[in-house]
């Protein structure tokens, strides 16, 4: 069965239009032991929001997990994981942390709840509210 996740990335640092033009990337630099736990649970077609962490705090697209997680080639310690990622689409347009905010749907979500968590699963009924959302 498919997971959704939700990876957040500050886009002054790899960004959304960085990924469509690349069509793959590593997504690696996870150091939050929750963060790499979460992404020892993703497999391959699970599908990922990109967020715009920083100065947007926004949902912006989806990306496909084209990987299941391996250990990051950058990094001398092999708890530090890596996924590849792939892109999807963007959102038709993006849903913002404050929108998030201001629906009771969402308060018990780790996004709202761990704050500083760069990866995170999403429930399958708020995965499919943020689309709904998305389309308005």
């Avoid at 939050?32 to 391959?44: C, F, G, H, I, V």
């Avoid at 697209?61 to 092999?78: L, Q, R, V």
Wanted: net charge positive; charged share 30%.
């Amino acid at each position: 069965m498919m997971a959704y996740w939700l990876c957040k990335q500050e886009p002054s640092s790899y960004n959304l239009d960085r990924l469509e033009k690349e069509k793959k990337t590593a997504w690696d630099d996870v150091h939050n032991n929750l963060a790499l736990k979460n992404m020892r649970q993703m497999k391959k077609g699970d599908l990922a929001f990109f967020y715009h962490s920083g100065d947007e705090k926004q949902i912006v697209g989806i990306m496909e997990i084209a990987s299941k997680a391996y250990p990051n080639p950058k990094e001398n310690d092999t708890r530090f994981v890596t996924i590849d990622v792939r892109f999807k689409k963007r959102l038709k347009r993006p849903v913002t942390l404050a929108e998030i905010k201001a629906d009771k749907m969402f308060q018990d979500w780790d996004l709202l709840r761990i704050s500083r968590l760069s990866v995170m699963p999403v429930p399958a009924q708020i995965w499919n509210k943020i689309i709904k959302i998305s389309q308005k």
